[in-house]
């Protein structure tokens, strides 16, 4: 079985306004599973709706210990692209007998164009076949957690070196 954790970011927001604002509602990850017919045995569990430019430390110690503390050994975690990286590298540092893969979006699941759907299949792909480690997955690229970093200039994520 897969474990997705779901922390909000793009991939979940209903509403970018002034590309500042975002605004929440329920997850999209249910429909996105269902779209993509899915067909793999995997429970969620929505542990915050959080612009990730929001996600405190606090935050990143509840993904943190719902990571290391579920039975399950592959999990994902949506989570807002701004600071995805300082999350994973947090799971990188104390988490070494699973696997994760964190994914976001560039443009809401419910907006025409969405990398969300894509993303998500990535990353339950990786989940999947991966070794144990962290990783981060967007636009059908795979980083390990201390080789990555989110280029904003450019709007992708690219190897450190």
Not at 118 to 147: D, E, H, R, V
């Amino acid at each position: 079985m897969i474990k997705i954790f779901i922390t909000g970011g793009t991939i979940d927001c209903l509403l970018i306004k002034d590309n500042e604002e975002y605004s929440f509602g329920d997850t999209n990850i249910p429909k996105l599973l269902d779209q993509g017919r899915c067909k793999l045995e995997i429970k969620s569990e929505v542990l915050m709706m959080k612009d990730s430019l929001l996600i405190t430390e606090e935050d990143r110690n509840i993904i943190l210990d719902n990571c290391a503390n579920c039975n399950e050994t592959q999990i994902v975690i949506t989570h807002g692209t701004d600071t995805m990286v300082e999350t994973a590298k947090v799971l990188g540092k104390n988490i070494s007998d699973k696997t994760i893969v964190l994914l976001g979006a560039m443009i809401p699941y419910n907006q025409e164009n969405s990398d969300a759907m894509f993303n998500l299949g990535c990353a339950i792909s990786a989940a999947q076949t991966l070794p144990y480690g962290i990783y981060i997955t967007m636009n059908g690229k795979i980083f390990s957690w201390n080789n990555v970093k989110k280029n904003k200039a450019l709007g992708i994520f690219e190897t450190l070196s």
